[in-house]
């Protein structure tokens, strides 16, 4: 974003701010539960999983609504009782500034007013503690400062997550559930193999394995140089696991520009199906590698800009320590693929994640539900999960 517009968002913001904050004497609905996903783009991630446990569970106690930039793709989930909202109508500023509670996994719309009485749950997107998350200095800190104001209540994959990212980088003082996040539940209590079947029938591809080729986000997006030759690495899966592969690539949500692999499942609408019909991974820096490794599948790091990445944004803990087989360059990613060793690997995995501190419970949508349901006065009181 350039100094310029991020200097018209910023002020644009703190106008917009002055200008809604006599909504604050609307009263607050305290049924209304709203829900963004990847800042209105996705019905996916963490508040799926947690609307999803309502929806099933909360008997119609609570009123679900969603907010999306583009509602007529998502008209579908009105049929389920789901109010969507164009999030950038009246109608949802109304709604947001008197729903009870706001569940999102990312920053939330900076150009509205925060409430004392309404409750907002923030899930955040990644697990684990890998690469470092900071706050610029100047104006763009300020901005995105802004938009992490508010948060009642975080979420967390684990300990290192609560300490490195939450209290240290975010410098969050509140509340915090460490029960896992929301959309690991599915790859925790077993139900990853059936959904893997029907990702696969629906993908088209049954009768094969997939490779995922998930990078995370750059500034500026990633140049070609930065990806793996897809051919190589069939060439090599088949030699030492045999089979049919297929190479699909699902570029991060802000960037998705590419061209790379067999079928670009960058539109699929959620990444933990993806993730259960891998038989493995390869990524660089994402934290897909902890959703990954949940199910001690094998993962891949493919890190081409390795040195220039550890320069510009770094790691929490080094690289080199993390379980995952790395590699800079297609042929380190050749050898890692004909060297892999699934006992050392399960051994190191379950290593890493006692040294983070894993909290995957593998009920994190029920947790953060009842959570919600308390603050909507819908649930009696702590401990009480009948209702669940």
């Known amino acids: 974003m350039t100094s310029f517009r991020l200097f018209v968002s910023y002020a644009g913001s703190l106008a917009l701010r002055f200008l809604l904050s006599p909504l604050k004497l609307l009263p607050v609905q305290k049924d209304r539960v709203l829900f963004l996903s990847f800042r209105g783009k996705q019905y996916s991630c963490n508040p799926r999983a947690v609307s999803e446990a309502l929806e099933k569970n909360a008997s119609g106690r609570v009123r679900i609504e969603w907010a999306f930039h583009e509602p007529e793709k998502f008209k579908y989930l009105a049929g389920r009782g789901i109010t969507v909202l164009d999030d950038r109508s009246l109608k949802f500023i109304l ?17 509205l007013p925060r ?3 309404q409750f907002y749950l923030r899930t955040w997107h990644g697990g684990g503690a890998y690469k470092k998350v900071t706050y610029p200095s100047g104006l763009r800190g300020k901005y995105i400062s802004m938009q992490q104001q508010g948060a009642s209540l975080y979420l967390s994959s684990s300990r290192a997550f609560t300490d490195q990212t939450l209290r240290g980088a975010f410098g969050y003082t509140g509340e ?26 629906e993908l088209g591809f049954s009768d094969r394995k997939i490779a995922l080729y998930a990078p995370t986000y750059r500034e500026g997006g990633a140049g070609k ?24 690539y699902r570029g991060h949500h802000v960037d998705k520009s590419a061209n ?9 609408p959620d990444m933990q199906p993806l993730l259960c019909a891998a ?53 380190e990613l050749e050898n890692n693929i004909l060297c892999f060793d699934e006992e050392k690997y399960r051994c190191a995995v379950k290593a890493h994640h006692e040294s983070l501190g894993n909290c995957e419970t593998g009920r994190a949508a029920v ?3 009842e959570r919600i349901l308390r603050e909507c006065g819908a649930l009696s009181s702590p401990g009480t999960s009948d209702c669940l």
């Open 95 to 111: 709604h947001a500034m008197t729903a009870r509670v706001v569940c999102t996994n990312t920053y939330y719309k900076p150009f």
């Open 115 to 117: 409430r004392k009485d």
């Open 176 to 201: 915090v559930l460490e029960a896992g996040m929301p959309r690991n539940d599915i790859l925790t209590d077993g139900r990853w193999k059936e959904t893997a079947l029907l990702t696969k029938r």
């Open 225 to 248: 140089n930065l990806y793996p030759d897809t051919d190589r690495i069939k060439k090599a899966l088949f030699q030492k696991f045999g089979g049919s592969w297929t190479v699909l």
């Open 260 to 268: 790379i692999g067999d079928m670009d499942v960058s539109a699929y």
């Open 279 to 331: 038989d493995i991974l390869i990524t660089d820096y994402s934290s897909s590698i902890w959703d990954m490794s949940l199910m001690y599948k094998p993962a891949f790091l493919y890190c081409a800009d390795l040195d220039a990445y550890r320069a510009e944004r770094d790691f929490f803990t080094d690289i080199r320590s993390w379980p995952f087989p790395l590699a800079e360059n297609d042929e």
């Open 367 to 369: 947790l953060a539900a």
